[in-house]
């Protein structure tokens, strides 16, 4: 798994892998057959109230990531999908801002990443690593729970 960040003004390449462009609006003077885009998920975009908030503010970086990421949580089936693609192989995450450093594909991989450094279990979301983590810890390191009573039946009482 490799995620790569390219502008879209910037030519295709074959090591760019499967290109996704996220941003929610289509970047300017650009033609379809030139951008060579294969996934647009419009929805997995900052939506446009939290994109002119942000407005690419470096002091309102850390919050946009948490905003972003809250409103990436609430679609989970457009972000299984794009995990899906992620798991193949080589991403390439296309997007159209100037800014190199802190745009919203920079928050989407870093969100991404995450996601994959928890090791989610297939189609969970956020609550579902935990659940896992709970039921098979026990499983994994072949612990069983304390019985209380079985322990003092064998002491003798005075």
Known sequence: MEIKIKRAYEKPSSTDGF????????????SKDRAKVDFWPKELAPSTELRRWYGHDPEKWSEFKSRY??????????????MEYVRKGTV?????????????????????????????????????????RRTNIQSDLNLRPYKFKSHLSNTKRR
């Not at 290109?19 to 650009?30: C, H, K, Q, T």
């Not at 296309?94 to 969100?111: F, G, M, P, W």
């Open 69 to 82: 990421a809250a409103e990436l949580s609430g679609n989970q089936e457009l972000l299984n999908r794009l």
């Open 19 to 30: 290109r996704i462009l996220v941003d929610r609006l289509w970047p300017r003077g650009i």
């Open 92 to 132: 390439t995450f296309v997007n159209s801002s100037k800014e190199q450093r802190l745009n919203n594909a920079v928050a989407l991989k870093e969100y991404v990443e995450s996601l994959t450094r928890r090791k989610y279990v297939q189609g969970g979301h956020p609550g579902t690593w935990h659940k896992y």
